[in-house]
């Protein structure tokens, strides 16, 4: 790894997150769905989306959902409610039965909202593959991003992911939707600066009209662009244009490929620089090619109708 931060830390699984669809768990017939899609990941909502009279409801389709349907191959999330509120109690206790590979904690504002869930799930000794996601949507979650990253990659903690909720910011500053997200764009490279610096990911924002594909196509690159290793969505029309903007296309996997040839040749592992075709390529460009390559194996085993996702420590 090219930094501190990220050598203290325990190493993660590489995840295909390019696309992270949001379902509400009150709406069996999208639960239904969701094993014939071709999304990388599922939140599964128990918060805004679902009505306060339809919440022990939900809860009790994901038991049923979680009971018959393993979705090999996604990554499962279950966002829950605020401990604060009336209902995240009984969200937390339905994840640590169900163990899903993660809890999304809704408007995480500092440090604290991240390690106090840690301390509860280790007290209900939920294994150390649940892991937890935080939603940065607030002012105070913007301007806390690096401490929250920091604190959620200490001894214990179990933070993997950050995802952007647009909504609530633009609702508390005021910005208003723009193509471009001009004005957003700063508070966006401080949560992708925020998870570079601490070895996590971050899920660039859903847009709400799913019937804009001009926009969304072009939302998509912008998220790309800016280092988002996905994106979060409404509807499952959006699948196919996240994971073709946030997959490696097949320049970049080649060049990945001859990277990793150019440091397996004899007498390059005592290297840290190596020519490639007159290009000087540093050894932290290996790091980043293996786990590039690796993704690519990812979806093709997932194209190709391989049973489950395998994990590595690449």
Request: net charge negative; with cysteine; charged share 25%.
């Amino acid at each position: 790894m090219s930094h501190s931060a990220s050598q203290d830390s325990p190493s993660r699984p590489a995840r295909l997150r390019r696309s992270v669809l949001s379902v509400p768990a009150s709406n069996r017939r999208a639960l239904d769905k969701l094993s014939s899609l071709d999304c990388d990941a599922v939140i599964f909502d128990l918060e805004d989306s679902v009505s306060p009279e339809k919440k022990a409801e939900a809860r009790e389709n994901l038991r049923t959902f979680f009971l018959a349907s393993p979705l090999p191959g996604k990554e499962r999330i279950i966002r829950i409610n605020a401990l604060s509120s009336n209902f995240g109690a009984d969200d937390l206790a339905l994840v640590t039965e169900l163990e899903p590979d993660a809890v999304l904690l809704p408007k995480v504002d500092e440090p604290q909202n991240v390690t106090g869930v840690s301390d509860r799930l280790a007290e209900a000794d939920a294994p150390e593959s649940l892991r937890i996601w935080a939603m940065i949507e607030t002012p105070r979650g913007i301007l806390n991003a690096a401490s929250i990253a920091e604190a959620g990659r200490t001894a214990g903690s179990r933070l993997d992911c950050f995802v952007v909720g647009l909504n609530d910011l633009r609702k508390e500053t005021g910005v208003l939707p723009q193509p471009g997200r001009a004005y957003l764009v700063p508070w966006l490279m401080q949560v992708v600066l925020a998870v570079s610096a601490y070895g996590l990911e971050a899920i660039d924002s859903v847009l709400n009209d799913f019937k804009d594909d001009a926009a969304f196509e072009a939302e998509c690159g912008q998220g790309r662009i800016m280092g988002f290793a996905g994106k979060m969505l409404i509807h499952p029309n959006q699948i196919e244009a996240a994971n073709r903007h946030f997959g490696p296309d097949e320049a970049a996997i080649a060049e990945a490929e001859a990277i990793i040839s150019a440091f397996a040749e004899p007498g390059a592992d005592a290297l840290n620089v190596v020519n490639l075709g007159g290009r000087m390529v540093e050894r932290l460009h290996l790091v980043q090619a293996e786990r590039l390559v690796h993704k690519a194996r990812l979806i093709e085993q997932r194209s190709s109708g391989a049973a489950g996702t395998p994990r590595s420590d690449v």
